[in-house]
């Protein structure tokens, strides 16, 4: 399983970016996926998941500002991303799991900063 993450980059407080992350295989065959984020000397933490259901679980700290999509067809989940903090800034994840079995993204940098 490959996931190929991309769309991260430097915003000013209060603006936008979606990340992509594109899957080697159908996104059906995962239980979940989605993105999860790290900042310098905190601890990884959950951004937002959906399952093969289209339950979504979002993180505390992004909900009401970041939204989580999929497109089946192109084997692909989205991260929208709103009303960016500086406290966002964070190497995103995104993530694909399989029973017990986790698949990571080689991890795109968001900053913000203005």
């Known amino acids: 399983v490959q996931l190929q993450a991309s769309g991260g980059g430097l915003v000013q407080p209060g603006g936008s970016l979606r990340l992509s992350c594109a899957a080697s295989r159908n996104i059906f065959d995962f239980n979940d996926m989605g993105w999860y984020r790290q900042a310098p000397g905190k601890e990884r933490e959950l951004v937002a998941i959906?399952?093969?259901?289209?339950?979504?679980n979002y993180g505390d700290s992004v909900k009401g500002r970041f939204t989580i999509s999929r497109d089946n067809a192109k084997n692909t989940v989205y991260l929208q991303m709103n009303s960016l903090k500086p406290e966002d800034t964070a190497v995103y994840h995104c993530?694909?799991?399989?029973?017990?079995?986790?698949?990571w993204g080689q991890g795109t940098q968001v900053t913000v900063s203005s």
């Open positions: 959906i399952n093969v259901g289209a339950a979504i």
């Open positions: 993530r694909a799991r399989i029973l017990r079995n986790q698949y």
